[in-house]
C-alpha cells in the first residue's frame, strides 16, 4: 500500500515536496485512466520521487472550457487552481495529460501562474537518465511499439523525442506510422471533442487513427495522453483487434517491465 | 521626332498607370486590414527576421514536400531572377534603348542574360507541371468544394499566365538573337547577350526579311511587359498576393508554442473583480465604456495578423489536405476559413468604397453567411493546419475566436458540451462526478 500524501497534509507536516502531480479529470475520474494514474505513481514512488497531489483541492484545468469556447469558464478554472497552487507554493508540476501539461505551462502563467511544468514522459526520461530508475530488460524486448503524437505534446509543445526515448529504453522496436510527430494525425478527442458526438462525415476520426496505427502491424499502440488512449482502445475495440493489440501509456509500460 | 517618341510616351504612359492601380490596390489591401484589432507582434525581432529568412526568403516549409516544395523554388527563383531583367526592359521602355546594360555589363551581361533564359525555361516546365497536377493528376485538395468555381479558374489562369509570359520572353530573345545573326548591321540591335533557349527558337526566322522580324520582337517585347504590368494589377482580385505578403506574414506569426491560445484580458478583469473579496458588489457599472464583445463574429473582430493572413493565403490546400476533420469528411477545411474571411473582408472593403468611407450594415457577418457552425464546432484544435501552412497562416486561431463568439455570446453550444461545461462549473470535471472523490484512486493501490 502506497501512502500518496496530499499538499495539504504536507503543508500541515511542514514538508513541501520537490513536485505536485497532477492528476487531471481523466486520471482521477475515469476507469482507464486511473490506471495510468496509478502505474506512474508507483513509478513515482518506486524511484523515491518526493512528490504529493492536490486530491479533491484539484479541479479542472479548463481546457476542454476554453478550446469549446467558454474561455469566462477557464478563467475561473485557471485562477482558482492558480490561487490554491500559489498558497501551497508550488513550484514544479508534473503531470500525464497534455491537455492539463498544455494549459498549465503555457496558458496560466500569464493569468499568475508560473510553475516549471512538465510531462510524465519527459520526468520519467529524466529519472532514467540519473540513473534514479532502472529498467530490467525483458517484457517488452522485440515487440513491435508504434507511437501515437498527442497533439498537445507534439506540434502544441515540440515535445516528441522524450516517448520515443522510453520506447527505446524499454529495448522494444519502435515502428513509425505514415503520419508521426510534427504531422501526426489527432486521435479525434482534442478541443473539446472528447465530450460531444462528432459532426458528420464518413468517417470518424479515431478510427482513421488507429487504421493509421494497425498498418504498422504492431504489438502495443504507446499513447501518452488519457484522451487518445480512450479514442485508439475504442478503434482498436472497433476493428477487433483489442485481444491481439494493447493501447498503453507509456507509465504503464515501464510499470509493467519493473513489474511494480 | 514627336511620333519617334510616341512608344516612350506610350510605355511612360502604362508604367504610371499599371504603378497607379497597383498603389490603389496595395491602399485597398492595406485599409481592410486595418479594419482589424490592432495586436503587436514585434517583440522578438531576431526570432521575427530569422523566420522570415527561412520560411518566405529559404521555403524551408514549402519543401516539407519536395515535388510541390521543389517546383515552387523554381518558379520562386525564376521569378526573383527575371525580374532583374525587368529593371532594363522598364529602362530601356522609357529611354527608348535596347538592352541598355549590355555595354556597362560586357561578358556579365552574357552571363545574366544565359541564366535568365534557362530560369525561363525550367519555369516552364514547372508551370506545366503544376497545370498537370491540377488538371491531370487531380491532386485531391486542388479539388475539394471551395475550389469549385472562381477559385479552379484562377489558379489554373496564373498558369497559363506565366507559360504565355515565359513564351513571350523566350520569342522576344529568339527574335533578338535572329536579327544579330542574320543581319548584323541592323540598326539598335546590338551584338549582346547569350541565349541558350532561345538560340533554338531564332532558326525559325531564318529567311524573313528583317522588318518582320523586328515585328515579331517588338510584339513579344510589348505584350511581355503589359503582361507583367496586367499581372500586378491581377494580384489583388486573384489568390497569389502570397509573392509579397508571404513576407510580412512570416515576420508577425505568433512565436509562442502553438498550443498557447490567447486569454482573452478582458475576461481576466471580469473573473479578477469577481474572485476578489475586497471588490464591492454594488458598485456603479461604468456605462461609458464600451460594452467588449467576446470573440468574433465578423472580421472587424478579428486582429490585423489575422487579416493578414487571409490575404496571404494562396489556397494550397496544405493545411485542409492535413486535417483530421476534413480528412475524415467533416465540412470543416482551414482553407475555406481563411478564403471566407478574405472574401467577407473584401467585401466589407467593397461596401465601404460604395458608401464614402463608412462601412454600413449589409445584415451579413463572416459568422453563418460564410463560416457555418458545424465546420466551427468540427475542429480538433489539433494544429496540423498551423504545421502544415508553408507561410505560417494561422486559421485555428480564427476558429478559436469564433467558437468563443459562439459560446459567450449566443450560448450556441452543443448540447453535449453545455453538459460538459456545467459539470466543470458544479463539480471541477467536465463529468459529472463529486470533486470530494478525485482521489480515491488512491485508495486502490
Redesign the interface.
Given at each position: 500500500m502506497i501512502k500518496v500524501s496530499t499538499l495539504a497534509e504536507c503543508m500541515a507536516e511542514g514538508r513541501s515536496p520537490e513536485i505536485l502531480f497532477w492528476v487531471g479529470c481523466a486520471g482521477s475520474f475515469d476507469e482507464r485512466a486511473k490506471k495510468i494514474t496509478k502505474a506512474f505513481v508507483k513509478i513515482l514512488h518506486n524511484a523515491g520521487v518526493d512528490f504529493a497531489v492536490l486530491g479533491a483541492e484539484e479541479s479542472c484545468s479548463g481546457d476542454p472550457a476554453k478550446r469549446a469556447g467558454n474561455e469566462f469558464l477557464f478563467q475561473m478554472q485557471a485562477m482558482t487552481n492558480i490561487e490554491i497552487m500559489n498558497a501551497y507554493e508550488v513550484k514544479k508540476i508534473v503531470t500525464t495529460c497534455p491537455h492539463c501539461f498544455n494549459t498549465l505551462k503555457n496558458e496560466y502563467p500569464e493569468l499568475g501562474g508560473k510553475y516549471e511544468v512538465i510531462h510524465h514522459t519527459q520526468l520519467l526520461r529524466d529519472l532514467l537518465d540519473d540513473g534514479r530508475m532502472t529498467i530490467a530488460e525483458g517484457t517488452f524486448k522485440g515487440k513491435r511499439i508504434t507511437y501515437h503524437d498527442p497533439c498537445y505534446l507534439g506540434r502544441a509543445n515540440n515535445i516528441y523525442e522524450a516517448p520515443r526515448e522510453l520506447i527505446k529504453k524499454l529495448d522494444a522496436e519502435l515502428v513509425e506510422m505514415k503520419s508521426c510527430k510534427s504531422r501526426g494525425l489527432c486521435c479525434g478527442a482534442g478541443g473539446a471533442q472528447m465530450f460531444k458526438e462528432p459532426e458528420n462525415g464518413k468517417k470518424d476520426i479515431n478510427i482513421e487513427r488507429t487504421e493509421q496505427a494497425l498498418e504498422t502491424q504492431p504489438d502495443i499502440i504507446a499513447a501518452g495522453c488519457p484522451f487518445c488512449n480512450t479514442m485508439l482502445s475504442d478503434g482498436v475495440k472497433n476493428k477487433e483487434k483489442e485481444d491481439s493489440l494493447a493501447v498503453l501509456d507509456l507509465a504503464e509500460m515501464i510499470a509493467t517491465a519493473k513489474d511494480l | 521626332m514627336l511620333l519617334d517618341l510616341l512608344p516612350n510616351i506610350i510605355f511612360i504612359l502604362l508604367l504610371l498607370t499599371a504603378a497607379g492601380f497597383f498603389a490603389k490596390n496595395v491602399g485597398r489591401i492595406k485599409r481592410n486590414i486595418y479594419l482589424g484589432k490592432s495586436i503587436d507582434r514585434t517583440d522578438q525581432p531576431k526570432e521575427r527576421w530569422g523566420n522570415m529568412a527561412r520560411i518566405a526568403l529559404g521555403q524551408s516549409k514549402m519543401v516539407k514536400r519536395p515535388i510541390a516544395g521543389i517546383l515552387h523554388v523554381v518558379v520562386y527563383v525564376g521569378f526573383i531572377l527575371i525580374n532583374i531583367e525587368l529593371l532594363e526592359i522598364v529602362v530601356d521602355g522609357i529611354v527608348g534603348t535596347h538592352r541598355i546594360f549590355a555595354p556597362f555589363l560586357g561578358g556579365f551581361y552574357n552571363i545574366l542574360i544565359a541564366s535568365f533564359e534557362i530560369c525561363a525555361a525550367l519555369v516552364l516546365i514547372a508551370v506545366i507541371l503544376f497545370w498537370c497536377r491540377r488538371n491531370v493528376i487531380k491532386i485531391q485538395r486542388f479539388w475539394k468544394d471551395e475550389m469549385k468555381g472562381w477559385p479552379k479558374l484562377d489558379a489554373d489562369l496564373i498558369l497559363y499566365f506565366e507559360v504565355v509570359l515565359m513564351g513571350l520572353f523566350l520569342t522576344m530573345n529568339g527574335a533578338d538573337l535572329a536579327i544579330q545573326t542574320y543581319y548584323p548591321d541592323a540598326p539598335h540591335y546590338a551584338q549582346a547577350g547569350s541565349f541558350p533557349v532561345s538560340q533554338f527558337i531564332a532558326p525559325l526566322f531564318e529567311g524573313s526579311d528583317l522588318s518582320s522580324i523586328i515585328l515579331i520582337e517588338r510584339i513579344a517585347w510589348w505584350m511581355h511587359i503589359i503582361g507583367i504590368f496586367f499581372f500586378l494589377n491581377y494580384l489583388y482580385y486573384s489568390k497569389h498576393l502570397h509573392i509579397l505578403l508571404a513576407f510580412p506574414n512570416t515576420f508577425f506569426a505568433d512565436l509562442?508554442?502553438?498550443?498557447?491560445?490567447n486569454?482573452?484580458a478582458n475576461?481576466?478583469a471580469?473573473?479578477?473583480l469577481?474572485?476578489d473579496p475586497n471588490a464591492d458588489p454594488y458598485a456603479a457599472i461604468d456605462d461609458s465604456a464600451e460594452v467588449e464583445k467576446?470573440?468574433a463574429s465578423d472580421v472587424m473582430d478579428l486582429n490585423q495578423v489575422q487579416l493578414l493572413n487571409a490575404y496571404t493565403c494562396t489556397e494550397c490546400g496544405r493545411c485542409t489536405s492535413?486535417c483530421?476533420?476534413n480528412?475524415?469528411?467533416?465540412?470543416?477545411s482551414p482553407r475555406k476559413v481563411m478564403m471566407d474571411t478574405r472574401d467577407r473582408l473584401t467585401e466589407v472593403g467593397n461596401n465601404i468604397e460604395k458608401n464614402k468611407g463608412q462601412f454600413v450594415d449589409d445584415g451579413k457577418q463572416l459568422l453563418g453567411d460564410y463560416i457555418s457552425h458545424?465546420e466551427l464546432?468540427?475542429?480538433?484544435?489539433?494544429?496540423?493546419c498551423?504545421?502544415?501552412c508553408p507561410v505560417d497562416i494561422d486559421p485555428l486561431s480564427i476558429i478559436?475566436e469564433m467558437?468563443?463568439?459562439?459560446?459567450?455570446e449566443e450560448s450556441a453550444?452543443?448540447s453535449?458540451?453545455n453538459?460538459?461545461?456545467s459539470n466543470?462549473?458544479n463539480n471541477?470535471?467536465?463529468?459529472p462526478?463529486n470533486?470530494?472523490?478525485?482521489?480515491?484512486?488512491?485508495q486502490?493501490?
Open positions: - | 509562442r508554442p502553438k498550443g498557447q491560445f486569454n482573452n475576461v481576466t471580469e473573473v479578477q469577481m474572485m467576446f470573440g492535413e483530421p476533420a480528412q475524415t469528411g467533416k465540412k470543416l458545424e464546432w468540427a475542429c480538433t484544435s489539433c494544429n496540423a498551423v504545421e502544415a478559436m467558437r468563443q463568439y459562439l459560446v459567450m453550444a452543443p453535449d458540451l453538459n460538459m461545461m466543470i462549473e471541477g470535471a467536465p463529468w462526478f470533486q470530494q472523490d478525485r482521489a480515491n484512486w488512491a486502490e493501490l
